[in-house]
């Protein structure tokens, strides 16, 4: 079996409001693993500080995703987010809902 990468890496930081809800997918608690919790501790820190959340890569399971680690509750979560291709433009939308009703 192969190892897990328990890697996130952080590409850039943004407010919240510069993401539309309409991406967040999945939510994750994050704790530390012993190694790591000077750094948890810094990171949710300085996310606090600036209001500001985190934009990541990680790999969950076999899958790269794309994420946004914020602080919620005193605690770092991961938001797993569509990408902008994978979601379906409302014009799309109703021409997808209209073929199938014709079907």
Do not use: H, W
């Amino acid at each position: 079996m192969p190892e897990v990468n328990k890697e996130i890496r952080i590409v850039d930081f943004v407010s919240i409001e510069e993401i539309d809800p309409i991406y967040f997918q999945k939510t994750y608690y994050l704790s530390p693993d012993g190694r790591a919790d000077r750094g948890y501790t810094l990171l949710m820190e300085a996310l606090k500080n600036t209001g500001k959340i985190g934009i990541c890569q990680v790999s969950i399971r076999t899958k790269t995703s794309l994420g946004a680690v914020r602080v919620l509750n005193n605690c770092l979560v991961l938001e797993t987010l569509y990408y902008f291709i994978t979601l379906m433009k409302l014009d799309q939308l109703k021409k997808f809902l209209i073929y199938r009703q014709i079907r």
